[in-house]
């Protein structure tokens, strides 16, 4: 077996479909499987996978929620491939992403792992797509908002890189580094686990590399980013990774960090009780009250389209003109590939939606139409 795909869901079935369809597209001519982990989705994900997609997927379902790392390790565990593939289920992959960058992890043997080009949901390039190891005065400065050590700037787009760290939403792994240097750690719930992969990837004598592979990335569509919880995790994982890996240092280099950590987690709380605040005095609201909707694609989608936005009173335009627009692309007529590179190309940067004339659903930034 040349390939593992392995994708963790919780709550997001549309776009983890639309997720499926493209690896199935990107996996046309490479032996592979796919499995999915569902962490206890109460969103009809499992029965819906089963009518979609029957025996092409390994569906594992577990009864409660496990986190990422956990979730992860069961499928990588069950998997055969030569590479593991981590991926996010709010993501798509160009058609020829997957065979790129499995070519060059063939031909680069020192290569541990390999991240893709990540689009954000407005095509443009997610900085994430090449970190650089968060040492103790990187993570201070990051957190202060200077980030240009930590996201490597200096490395070109088009061309493949060193880089220290991947994200977990793109991470192909080669399976002879991962029985050298162990799963993902367990500890983290969800958040740094793919750090600390990356890192102890790298000790373990093993190259991570940052390939241009096009994949788009909504960001955090499985994750309820304003909820207390979110906080609690992801500020949880940066102080695991900083005990797992710094706390040998002095004193007076580990306290500055994690009164730092918990200084941004307090500010993030603050802010998210005054969003709050502001949305239950009708100040402020979740969504923009006006999307201007722009559809492009065959007859059959623009008639479907039209039908849709007449019932759920959406706004269209052939040219958006003013506030916040949405370009939606017929996935039936434009490859992933295609929509990627046009939406890339707009200098607008509308957010990237797509149109299934198969399941007539309609996959926005903002919410999910049908």
Known sequence: ?????????????????QCLVSVLRATEGIDHEIFVVDNDSHDGTVDYLKQRFGTRITLIESQHNLGFARANNIAIRQSTGQYVLLLNPDTFVAEDALKTVIDFMDAHPQAGGAGAMMHNADGTLAPESRRGLPTPWVSLLKMFGRSNRYYMRHLPWDAPGRIDVMSGAFC??????????????????????????SYRITKGGYENWYVPARILHYKGESTQKSSYRYVHVFYQAMLIFFRKHYGHLSLFVTLPIRLAIYCRAFMALLSMQTQRLRRSLGMDDDKPDNVVYQFK??????????????????????HASSGPACTVYDTAHFSFSDIIRQAAADDSHPMIGTYSTDTHVLITPLEVIR
């Open 172 to 197: 192909m792994l080669r399976r002879e580094a991962l029985d050298a240097v162990g799963l993902l750690d367990e500890d983290f719930f969800m958040y740094g686990e793919d750090i600390d992969l």
């Open 1 to 17: 077996m040349k390939l593992s795909v392995v994708i963790v869901s919780y709550n997001v079935r549309y776009f983890l479909e």
């Open 297 to 318: 694609g065959s007859s059959q989608m623009i008639e479907e389209c039209d039908e849709l936005a007449r019932r759920k009173g959406l706004t269209i335009t052939a």
